[in-house]
Nanobody, 119 residues
Framework: VQLVESGGGLVQPGGSLNLSCAASPGIVNSDIVGWYRQPPGKEREYVATLTGTRDRPTIKYTDSVKGRFTISRDRVKKTITLQMNSLKPEDTAIYYC???????????WGQGTQVTVSS
């Protein structure tokens, strides 16, 4: 599995960014897809995960992003997205896409994309 993130950049506080992760060869419903981040000088931390069918997905967020971030998955386009609204300086971090296989023991990471929230 190969994961490639895009969409990071510099944004002012209160702004929005949409991160995208292209997954090759693809995504199945039993996979757990997610986003993690590593703030400057800190360890990598959990942001959000999604698994399950389109009609009955299981979605979880860390408390600090609830109501501001939305994770989604498009199996046809083979992408995992993270829509980030109302961004705060403390959201500044390298954001990583993650996929845990529902069919094997595989656990894969993307290369990361930098998000900087600053005025």
């Amino acid at each position: 599995v190969q994961l490639v993130e895009s969409g990071g950049g510099l944004v002012q506080p209160g702004g929005s960014l949409n991160l995208s992760c292209a997954a090759s060869p693809g995504i199945v419903n039993s996979d757990i897809v997610g986003w993690y981040r590593q703030p400057p000088g800190k360890e990598r931390e959990y942001v959000a995960t999604l698994t399950g069918t389109r009609d009955r997905p299981t979605i979880k967020y860390t408390d600090s992003v609830k109501g501001r971030f939305t994770i989604s998955r498009d199996r046809v386009k083979k992408t995992i997205t993270l829509q980030m609204n109302s961004l705060k300086p403390e959201d500044t971090a390298i954001y990583y896409c993650n996929l845990i296989s529902g069919l094997s023991d595989g656990n894969w990471w993307g290369q990361g994309t930098q998000v900087t929230v600053s005025s």
